[in-house]
């Protein structure tokens, strides 16, 4: 039962445009949202979070855009850089509740997508 | 500063071995994670620490045993694991109350002989 699904396994895009990165989810008590970003044999790194309280959140070159109606979500990454070429996470969280989990967030990730930034 | 820091980072041991893996934070966060990920799959949640307590065991095999020794630390006890328990484990750790963001090391890929 994949809770959070990322349709796409792989994505190319060219240096300069804008890569977009699609996140689907289908608890409907998911609150909060994140993407992590993860290069071979190292931990993920997180890059940017939304909460279900906002449909837009911006940091530099990345966005996501949350729509809770249709429980989508997606990162827009503009202009790519080859950098950016890396294995893309979206996580989702339930509201955060105490005492039953304490300070502990439970993260539930996406099957991942590989994006290739190409010059 | 958003480092997690785990040894060793690669680790090679037998089915009848014992061993164990380190996590060290001192971003004064007050939950810490273990995951495990196999190739192209998400990471899998297997236990969370919070206030040095365990509060989460997402029925993991007793052959893994966390501990807690301080908040600053985490290990994972291994032993006699087996060759489908070989991935990369992943340390992660969170600030408190409210705060969804989990910071993650750089992993240890064990290999099981």
């Known amino acids: 039962d994949q809770q959070v699904k990322q349709n796409s396994p792989s994505l190319s895009v060219q240096e300069g445009r804008i890569s977009i990165l699609n996140c689907d989810y289908t608890?409907?008590?998911?609150?909060?949202f994140l993407w992590y970003k993860k290069y071979p044999a190292e931990g993920p790194t997180f890059l940017i979070s939304?909460?279900?309280?906002?449909d837009k959140n911006e940091d530099g070159r990345f966005t996501v855009f949350l729509n809770k109606s249709a429980k989508h979500l997606s990162l827009h990454i503009v202009p790519s850089q080859p950098g950016d070429s890396a294995v893309y996470f979206c996580?989702?969280?339930?509201?955060?509740?105490?005492?039953?989990?304490?300070?502990?967030?439970?993260?539930?990730f996406g099957t991942g997508t590989r994006l290739q930034v190409t010059l | 500063d958003t480092e997690v820091t785990q040894t060793p980072k690669h680790l090679v041991m037998g089915m009848t071995n014992k061993k164990s893996l380190k996590c060290e934070q001192h971003?004064?966060?007050?939950?810490m994670y273990w995951y495990k990920q196999k190739a192209k799959k998400p990471p899998e949640l297997m236990f969370v620490?919070?206030?040095?307590?365990?509060?989460i065991n997402e029925s993991v095999p007793s052959r893994f045993s966390p501990e807690c020794p301080n908040s600053s630390l985490l290990n994972l006890h291994l032993h006699a694991l087996q060759p489908e328990d070989s991935a990369l484990y992943l340390c992660?750790?969170?600030?408190?109350?409210?705060?969804?963001?989990?910071?993650f090391g750089p992993g240890t890929r064990l290999t099981v002989t």
């Open positions: 608890n409907s008590m998911f609150d909060y």
């Open positions: 971003m004064g966060h007050r939950a």
């Open positions: 992660a750790s969170s600030q408190g109350p409210g705060q969804y963001e989990q910071y």
């Open positions: 620490y919070s206030y040095e307590k365990l509060s």
């Open positions: 996580a989702a969280s339930p509201r955060f509740e105490r005492p039953a989990t304490g300070t502990a967030s439970k993260l539930t």
């Open positions: 939304i909460s279900s309280i906002k």
